[in-house]
């Protein structure tokens, strides 16, 4: 199976990424519905599920890209595609604003959760800054940035659900608001199967990250791109299409924290891709043998989340064409990356 998989043709090659981007867009759909009835039967609530629960079941696929194109010695695709993708699932959120006509969608799902996520997502990304600037050390050949970016990610979930249980701050309620109420009808399924379809779907999603990283590979090397151009905009893109389905999905259901949280705790657990990938590539630090062309897209991502965190915090009630100067602004901040990466 391994050899004929890495030795398919570029026609195939093509054909199994085009066939892992339906299936990963068909799950997403599903993944919405099944994680926002987890967090009214559970009592998480849409900020904790969208980031833990939604955030890590559509980050699978992702993860297995990077940490298997990291195993495998291609630190350049394992660091692109988990930069790339909180990238492009930050720009998705400029579609989901679109998707909702009747407000911009940062006023009506500004909450205490949604912003520490995003403050907590900054200080992972300034996080893999420093370990490229920082000495080359190793242990195990693991860089201490590493475990770092496990301990901030746990700390700032427990900051998050502190919020939900004991706020100290909270948005100004209009009428465009909407905040997270469960909802009053419990669901046909029980909540034993909602667990156990979330995980089957969770791992198809995983496995279908795998069979993408095998044809990714194919695909850069028939045609001469480059790991960092086949991460940003093939992997990244196609393993984020469940955070864009289940973010559309979100706002259709009226769960508009949960859409926001997802995307946003969805970025968050993706700098753990670059952890994990230091711990499967074994030549060493992998946050000092990647080009800086994609060490641009950190800097890039910590700008996209603090315009996003700008739009939460500022709530423009209406923006032009519906849709708030975030989203704007999101957009031309991509494109420019795309057209900086596609220069050099």
Known sequence: MLTLLSDMSLTVAFALFSVCAVVIGIIGTRLARIVDDLADRTGLGEAIAGAVLLGMATSLSGIVVSVSSAWTDKPELAMSNALGGIAVQTLFLTIA?????????????ASLGNLIQGALLLCLLSLLLLGRFTPEWTFWQVHPITPLLFIAYLFGLKLVKNAQTRPMWSPTRTRETREDQPDESPGKLTLVRLWLLFVGLALTIGITGWLLERSATVIAAETGLSQAAVGVLLTSIVTSLPELVTTVAAVRRGALTLAVAGIIGGNAFDTLFAAASDVAYRGGS?????????????????LMTGVLMLGLLHRQEQGPGRIGFESLVIIGLYLAGIATLMVN
């Open 286 to 302: 992998i946050y000092h043998v990647i080009p800086d062309q994609v060490m641009l897209w950190v800097a890039l991502a910590v």
């Open 97 to 109: 604003d679109m998707v909702y006509r009747r407000a911009n969608l940062e006023h009506a799902a």
